[in-house]
């Protein structure tokens, strides 16, 4: 969505609205080098330096990432040094021994590495940020200007906002590349292991994990000959039930038997009697009761125990030499779906942590953006004393400003509850006629000053099933974006039609239109145009992401229908129709 523009274009960083954005874009991406290089961009800018470098520190090494220059040169570096190499900067040891951010004049230039000396001879004011997780430092983040202009208190809130945002970005980023890198590996050793083993077959044609599990259980006690069969997954000295072919005892815990104990101990399977299988959780012995004999295999995985497979049976039979054999032969695959499923969890778990930080930042980041609005308007009512005309004309400014940075972080709300499925739809019969005329005019305020010729075309009567509010968001954003990206005044057209069991509404314009490597990307977050004309206009790359997903949630669409650069383009919201 486009924003107002506003006359005072390129002021310094009051503007609220540029921190939230920029934490958020950091913070958006599960790339490492994405997020390397959206921090580098973006904080070079946000605090005006001339050059932005990010470096990350593993054990005693720290590797130099990649390099920013302010001209939009990134490039990746990949060189490692050792930390002692940082003795003679004091400026960095400061830095990353404090945790807190330095601030300083040049970087000793006898003490750097010869291929830095060329570089660090222009510096002369230079940030050096900690890039902290869980009390250590992973990583420094150095911007450096080649100006005598040192870092001012707005730069320093914007450098310790973006040092704290940045380690968590990055953090995150690695974690989930681990957990996807072992996920692969673990997927390559079980596709291997399928091959060899016959029974895989309808086990691997299972779709989710718990089915999985489930199925092998219930093969397992089949070709073992028992009864009943469980996998436990091993924390500290118990195990934890995650899977029974019916669900029973899932989640339980028990202490480990001293048998077992062995087993794991050799990696065999262990046999128990009755009264060696011994630690139902409270109430739940009547489940184990009915069992006379038990077989207990570790899940070893890459050496390490990290669940077992127990077998049950009610007669008071021993288990044979072939029956520990198959019960072998389906640890070996279970241990490997279970670390699979583990796997798969902690990247759920990375996708979780990285909405639930992104909502918190906004949260944080709005509330002083209120009071700082509420001051604004006090000030301009009089609240504190006359205000000269000339302060009237820059509280103005600000108090514009101050809105237009709430409204970022209102929608940025959205996208990060969007994307964390905590947006449900209050569905009810909308009248799409209706709804179209409120965003008209709502929009007509900025259609006169572009002086746009707005039309509503005579269409069907048609009513659909959706969110009033959230339909009157998507039509706000397609207005306003075709009454931005227009060089001369636009002609709009709204038009409503009944396509089976959906309603299309259109948005026309005869803007300056969209080319076509443009079309294939104007609806991923924060995409905005390349064209020299969109670039001119203020906007946040977020309008069509957050349409789309809105739309969606609703059980609907929206597409660009078409575009030619310079005749304009038609954007098409399809929601369901309430049957007629
Ligand atoms: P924003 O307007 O903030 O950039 P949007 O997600 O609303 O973000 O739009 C993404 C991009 O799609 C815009 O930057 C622009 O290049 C292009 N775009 C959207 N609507 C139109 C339109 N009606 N005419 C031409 N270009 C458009």
Not at 130 to 144: C, R, W
Not at 191 to 205: F, I, T
Not at 354 to 377: D, Q
């Amino acid at each position: 969505m486009a924003l107002a523009r506003s006359p005072l274009q390129g002021q310094p960083q009051e503007d609220g609205g540029e921190l939230v954005q920029m934490a958020l874009d950091v913070a958006g991406s599960l790339d490492p080098r994405e997020v390397i290089a959206r921090i580098l961009e973006r904080g070079t800018h946000a605090v005006r330096a001339d050059r932005g470098t990010l470096s990350s520190l593993v054990d005693d090494q720290v590797v130099v990432e990649a390099t920013y220059g302010r001209g939009g040169e990134l490039t990746w570096v990949g060189q490692r040094y050792s930390l002692d190499y940082f003795e003679g900067q004091p400026l960095v040891k400061q830095a990353i021994e404090s945790l807190q951010p330095a601030f300083g004049g040049r970087l000793a230039l006898d003490q750097a590495a010869p291929e830095f000396r060329q570089a660090l001879a222009n510096v002369r004011q230079v940030a050096v940020l900690p890039l902290v997780h869980g009390g250590k430092a992973i990583g420094m983040l150095v911007f450096s200007r080649y100006e005598e202009k040192p870092f001012a208190g707005d730069d320093r809130v914007a450098l310790t906002l973006l040092s704290a945002i940045s380690g968590l970005a990055l953090r995150n980023a690695r974690l989930y590349e681990e957990g996807e890198a072992a996920r692969q590996r673990a997927d390559g050793t079980a596709a291997r292991l399928r091959a060899a083993v016959d029974a895989a077959e309808d086990v691997a044609s299972q779709v989710r994990l718990d089915q999985v599990l489930g199925r092998l259980l219930e093969r397992a006690a089949a070709s073992v000959g028992a009864d009943g069969t469980s996998l436990a997954r091993l924390e500290g000295g118990e195990m934890v039930i995650e899977s029974t072919p019916t669900g029973e005892l899932v989640g339980t815990r028990w202490p480990l038997m001293p048998k077992v104990l062995a087993g794991v101990a050799t990696g065999r399977a262990v046999e128990l009697s009755a009264a060696e299988y011994t630690g139902a959780p409270p109430g739940m012995e009547s489940v184990v009761q009915p069992y006379q004999r038990f077989l207990v295999a570790p899940l070893v995985v890459g050496g390490e125990t990290i669940g077992l497979l127990a077998m049950g049976r009610k007669a008071d039979e021993p288990f044979d030499a072939a029956a520990v054999q198959a019960l072998q032969q389906f640890s070996t695959r279970g241990a490997l779906l279970l670390r699979n499923a583990r796997l798969i969890a902690q990247a759920r778990d990375a996708e979780q942590a990285k909405s639930e930080f992104m909502s918190i930042a906004v949260h944080e980041l709005r509330a002083p953006l209120t009071v700082t609005g509420g001051y604004l308007a006090m000030a301009l009512e009089g609240d504190f004393g006359d205000v000269p005309k000339p302060l009237r004309h820059v509280l103005e400014t600000a108090q514009r400003k101050t809105e237009e940075a709430k409204a970022l972080a209102a929608e940025l709300l959205t996208v990060a509850r969007l994307e964390g499925k905590a947006l449900t739809p209050n569905v009810k019969p909308v009248s799409v006629a209706e709804a179209v005329r409120e965003a008209l005019a709502r929009a007509r305020p900025r259609a006169e000053i572009v002086q746009a010729n707005v039309q509503m075309e005579p269409g069907d009567d048609v009513t659909v099933l959706a969110d009033e509010a959230l339909v009157g968001k998507i039509l706000d954003n397609l207005l306003n974006n075709a009454l931005t990206y227009a060089d001369r005044p636009p002609t709009i057209r709204v038009g409503a039609s009944r396509e089976g069991e959906q309603v299309a509404v259109s948005v026309a314009d005869d803007g300056i239109g969209i080319s076509s490597q443009d079309q294939g990307r104007i609806f991923a977050r924060f995409a905005r145009g390349t064209g020299p004309l969109v670039a001119e206009k203020p906007g946040n790359g977020l309008g069509l992401y957050l349409s789309r997903g809105l739309a969606e949630q609703m059980g609907g669409s929206l597409q660009l229908q078409s575009s030619h650069p310079g005749k304009g383009s038609t954007f098409v919201l399809r929601l369901p129709a309430v049957a007629s």
